[in-house]
């Protein structure tokens, strides 16, 4: 069983997303909570999988509560919520370690297999172009000349690191590089251990905020 929090202000947002989770055999939702604060308090004691966030709260907003819950229950997956698709939030969130984001309008499948992708697999909660997207839209390009950080990566690793940030999944990695999906995996995983990053998508915000990446490059 999935276990849910759902952090909304607006109780009848809670209260939609409390009908349409009920429908479902694997999902339940653990609790609610009104702000980022009591977000906090309720993750501590509920310890749900995942944590569906609103960004614009009162008292401690959804960015901070966030960069709370990740640093102290790293197990604990969030899905930041927006009304704007692009959201000039969602990136602090990204950076604060929200697994991702959906609209608040986003249709019922959408929003339950976004939560199973999150606590079955820890995976990226929305396709690879919007992920590229959301960072070239907000994300200076060339802003900052390379990290020292990237020292530490092989040159297969920035290569692998340059093409998640492109928005290209691992099967379509595994392809361009003829290796196989496993060791595109392996290169991931070694790409975010060495750089200290919680997910994919903080990678992606890094290559393009390094100078790594580019606005504007083809894949």
Same mark, same amino acid.
């Given at each position: ?20 989770? /009920? ?12 702000? %980022?604060a ?5 993750? #501590?004691?509920?310890a749900p999988?995942?944590v569906l966030? @609103?960004i614009?709260?009162?008292e ?12 102290? +229950? &790293?197990?604990t997956?969030v899905i930041?919520?927006?009304t704007?698709d692009l959201?000039? *939030?969602?990136?602090?969130a990204?950076r604060?370690?929200?697994? %991702? +984001?959906?609209l608040?309008d986003? /249709? ?5 297999a ?7 697999? %820890?995976?990226s !909660? +929305? ?10 839209? +907000?994300?200076? &390009? ?6 020292d950080? !990237? @020292? ?6 920035? #290569?692998?690191l340059c093409?998640?940030?492109r928005?290209?999944?691992?099967? #379509?990695?595994?392809t361009? !590089? ?6 595109t /995996? ?8 060495k ?5 994919r998508v ?5 290559? *393009?905020?390094? %100078?790594?990446?580019?606005?504007? #490059? &083809?894949?």
């Open positions: 069983m999935i276990r849910v929090l759902l952090v909304d202000d607006q109780s009848l947002v809670r209260a939609g997303f409390r009908m349409i989770l /009920k429908a479902e055999r694997d999902i339940e939702v653990a609790g609610e909570a009104a702000d %980022g009591e977000a906090l308090a309720q993750v #501590e004691t509920l999988d995942v966030m @609103d614009r709260m009162p401690v907003d959804g960015i901070e509560a966030t960069r709370r819950i990740t640093t102290a +229950f &790293p197990a997956r930041v919520l927006t704007f959201d000039e *939030y969602v990136v602090e990204l604060a370690g929200a697994s %991702g +984001f959906l608040k986003a /249709k019922e499948q959408e929003l339950v976004a939560i199973r992708v999150a606590a079955e697999s %820890g995976g !909660l +929305f396709a690879p172009s919007v992920t590229r997207r959301l960072v070239e839209r +907000f994300v200076a &390009p060339g802003a900052a000349p390379p990290d950080a !990237l @020292d530490d990566l092989t040159a297969r690793e920035r #290569e692998v093409l998640v940030a928005g290209l999944s691992n099967a #379509e990695i595994a361009q !590089l003829v290796v196989s999906e496993h060791t /995996k392996t290169h991931v995983a070694s790409v975010l251990q750089l200290g990053l919680r997910n903080q990678a992606v915000v890094l290559a *393009y905020e390094t %100078g790594l990446v580019r606005a504007g #490059e &083809p894949r």
